[in-house]
Nanobody
Framework: QVQLVESGGGSVQPGGSLRLSCAAS????????MGWYRQAPGKERELVAA???????NYADSVKGRFTISRDNAINTVYLQMNSLKPDDTAVYYC??????????????WGQGTQVTVSS
């Protein structure tokens, strides 16, 4: 059994910062890509940022230059540093991880989500 546990969400004023963390635990051999998605009310879930095991990153255009994704492979944790937050960033943020079970077989897992609210 594998769990992804997120933390760090909350409420912040526009221009503020938050740092999200997501720790994977359980039966883990190796984790390939990890990422953060978000879903605002009435909208589809969208990719915010992703990072490979080797550290290559990919960002949604809307967050480039403001958000930074990073990971610590030793503790199976991915982070999302969010700066210059805007009201449009308000959403539930979900952590995602692709676990490698060898021979090209991988399974993706999701966290439970953490609310981020940006409002004055």
């Amino acid at each position: 059994q594998v769990q992804l546990v997120e933390s760090g969400g909350g409420s912040v004023q526009p221009g503020g910062s938050l740092r999200l963390s997501c720790a994977a635990s359980g039966s883990i051999f190796s984790i390939n890509d990890m990422g953060w998605y978000r879903q605002a009310p009435g909208k589809e879930r969208e990719l915010v940022a992703a990072i490979t095991h080797g550290g290559s990153t990919n960002y949604a255009d809307s967050v480039k230059g403001r958000f930074t994704i990073s990971r610590d492979n030793a503790i199976n944790t991915v982070y999302l540093q969010m700066n210059s937050l805007k009201p449009d960033d308000t959403a539930v943020y979900y952590c995602n991880a692709y676990l490698d079970y060898g021979l090209g077989y991988e399974v993706d897992y999701w966290g439970q989500g953490t609310q981020v609210t940006v409002s004055s």
